[in-house]
Nanobody
Framework: QVRLVESGGGSVHAGGSLRLSCTAS????????LGWFRQAPGMQRETVAL???????KYADSAKGRFTIAQDYGKQSLTLEMRSLKPEDSAMYYC????????????????????WGKGTLVTISS
């Protein structure tokens, strides 16, 4: 099973930037789907951005134009560049992988074995 470790969270003022990273152990399948999700206190977990092994990408509306998801194939890592941060972006951010999965036409990571990291906290002050 893929193991995921997030890093890069922290506290910044509104308008600032942060870069989250997620390092993965080796994938065992030829396809995979990776994603960043977040959960604020008292709220449901929501999708932020998804990317699969084909390079297909999906952003939540709240992330479009401000966040960039990317993967470093050689380093088995996934990043999320976040700019123009807002207080409502404050949440625990989680990295997820579906080993053997892909990004579906309707914008979800599907199939494969799902794994989650433990999360990294992002706090944006006004």
């Amino acid at each position: 099973q893929v193991r995921l470790v997030e890093s890069g969270g922290g506290s910044v003022h509104a308008g600032g930037s942060l870069r989250l990273s997620c390092t993965a152990s080796e994938y065992t399948r030829s396809t995979y789907c990776l994603g960043w999700f977040r959960q604020a206190p008292g709220m449901q977990r929501e999708t932020v951005a998804l990317i699969d092994s084909r390079g297909q990408i999906k952003y939540a509306d709240s992330a479009k134009g401000r966040f960039t998801i990317a993967q470093d194939y050689g380093k088995q890592s996934l990043t999320l560049e976040m700019r123009s941060l807002k207080p409502e972006d404050s949440a625990m951010y989680y990295c997820s992988a579906r080993d053997g999965g892909w990004l579906s036409d309707n914008g979800y990571c599907v199939r494969g074995l799902e794994t989650w990291g433990k999360g990294t906290l992002v706090t944006i002050s006004s």
